[in-house]
């Protein structure tokens, strides 16, 4: 227990050290900052979706925000995108590989 | 002749149809992540992780290695052709490689970095195939406190392990061992901060670690800046280094070679390093050192040379000391252990199979490469101009399945998530994630040797000074801590005395 303290609070130390030193220099882009942390979002909710959803449908849909939303290309490029990978996930990793994948109430 | 037998079986068992099969998989998709900035060996080779279950473990090993391997080379292609490291070991290979881009000279700076790779791969392995055998023995009388002192010097090692602040990677790197502290104590079996859950109680998963801060964070970072691909419009031309190429070339590979071996086996030194370090050396006894920078196809040589020699020599603290000198070797560590093989020095004498299989494995696959990455080129030059915004959802897709299928435990996903959220802001402010996985991996280990050299010296911690080879690694860490101290001063003082001594 005790090293594990130590551990915690000298690298709570070194990271406050570290941080002081970041140059003030470069100003931070936000539009980019939320880009980042919005597609992060999505995969949350996509992963909170599994339950309910299962994983082949909460996926087709953050593949289908991502595309359409974060790279703007067309709402049928994005669908296409969308389906044709969460269906091929299924049948390589699922069928082919037998690799376990969250399953939703629909069985899929 | 133990070693020639050893490898005659090795062969045996990498040319058997399927190990020759995944070797090539290995290789090809290694090839693949390399060109492609954004993904790198470590989160490959955890998200595939769960596919290599059903496999033998001698094809599952020899396909992730072959990831590993085979990265350094493709690396290279997307240094040359866009000005953007396709991995963290080619940084440097962007110097002069898209300098002779730009020259007209692509075909010719591709070629002597992917010969200069093989060259320097296949010397890689044919010293860890001669050094292991001997180094596995010395490991076998190794007790807790040898391996304590010399997981001290690999952490003292991971401090230059970045290429940023040292200070931020010392808090990375405690970071790291904190988090490795989570989990049941290893002597007395009580939990620390597990908060009595059970998904705690095993310490955190290092790949829902490695594939958020690595995976997931890689993304995000790729998604913010919606990447401009401009892959250089140019005609490759012949790949074929000239005759004078070859002249210029031949000392930085052979030095390369070496210089990678080496520093590739010490603990905390990675791929990253030994390229400056090449880059340095041969700018420094070039007779026309202005050159560099603007295309010397040495300073292409060199680095190549350097990163595939370190990726060799790293293998061999992993095959004869069972210690993972980096986070690549951290994962594939992991994957010997899910497949019930231990890495270290009893795995030569209890699983020689696997062992010469895995050596044998990497002269094909650095066969393949060369094959792969020569005539090829044309085809990896389309993978770069792939488009991102479907790349990146199949990458989150991969590190999900590869997460839940290690545990099939959702909270890993979770702690992956957070890791990934972590990780992306981490890099934003300068803090790189590579000495906070190698400490949270060295650290579980140091523990365990510490606690164990104090059993047996009864809470004495002078038995780390009395063991001759435990003592020189103390006085190998003591040297690494303070020589960059004293250096600098050093050279200031020499230089001052020249100064002032006239006939200088």
Redesign the interface.
Known sequence: ?R??RL??L??LV??I???T??KAGDP?DWT??G???S??FA??VS?AL?KPLG?VIS?AL??YF??AV??R?SLKTAAL??VA?AAG?YLV?DRA??????VGILGF | MEILAGLLNGFAVALEPANLFWCFVGVLLGTVVGILPGLGPPATIAMLLPLTFNMNPAGAIIMLAGIYYGAKYGGSTTSILMNVPGESASVVTCLDGYQMAKKGRAGPALGIAAFGSFIAGTFSVVMIMLLSPPLAAAALRFGPPEIFTLLLLGFTMITYLGSGSRLKAVAMALVGMFLGTIGLDPVTGVGRYTFDTATLSDGVGLVPMIMGLFGVSEVLLNVEAGITQEVFQTRIGSLLPTRADWKDSAGPIARGSLLGFVLGILPGVGAIIPTFVSYALEKRLSRTPERFGRGAIEGVAGPESANNAATGGSMIPLLTLGIAPNVVMAVLLGAFLVHGVQPGPLMLREHPDLFWGVVASMYVGNIMLLILNLPLIGLWVQILRMPYGVLFPLILLVCVVGVYGVSENVWDIVIMLGFGVAGYLLRKTGYEPAPLVLAFVLGRLAEESIRQSLLLSRGRLGILMERPIAAAFLVATAAVILLPLVLPRLQALLARAAAESPDA
Do not use: D, Q
């Not at chain 1, 590989?97 to 969250?102: A, K, N």
């Open positions: 227990m090293l594990g551990a915690g000298s690298a070194a990271l050290a570290g941080g030193k970041v931070i980019k900052v880009r980042a942390l597609t992060w995969l949350a992963v599994f994983f996926f953050l593949t991502i595309v974060m790279y290309r995108v969308a990978s996930f990793f590989l037998s690799v376990p994948l969250p």
